[in-house]
């Protein structure tokens, strides 16, 4: 038993991309929220954001955000992920976008997000 949650502990730190993902679809389904957010729609977000954070530019320790609040019932989708670095995420925390970011910052933002 013991062997084997070290295996597993082992496995799940070489593989983030996978507990990242199994961590959405807790806190989702903990808000009532049908979530189907992938990796390769991670990879495809990053991309449109260049892997820098869209609030303060910064390259180091990004994440996916949620742009309309998972708290408010949005899913993370294409459509609904920002980069953000993992300080401007806390800050951001269950924010509306409005209530966040600069006016000319939302519209670069919210310009990205319609590019689909």
Known sequence: KIADNKRKRKWEQNHP??????????????????????????????????????????????????????????????QNAVVLCRPCNASKRDKDPKEFYEPAKLLWIESKLTQL
């Open 17 to 78: 991309e996978y507990m990242r993902e199994k961590g959405r679809k807790r806190r989702a389904l903990k808000h009532s929220v049908n979530e189907n957010y992938t990796r390769s729609d991670e990879v495809y977000t990053k991309a449109l954001f260049d892997n820098t954070c869209a609030c303060c530019g910064s390259t180091h320790d990004i994440c996916i955000d949620h742009h309309q609040p998972l708290i408010k019932g949005n899913a993370l989708t294409r």
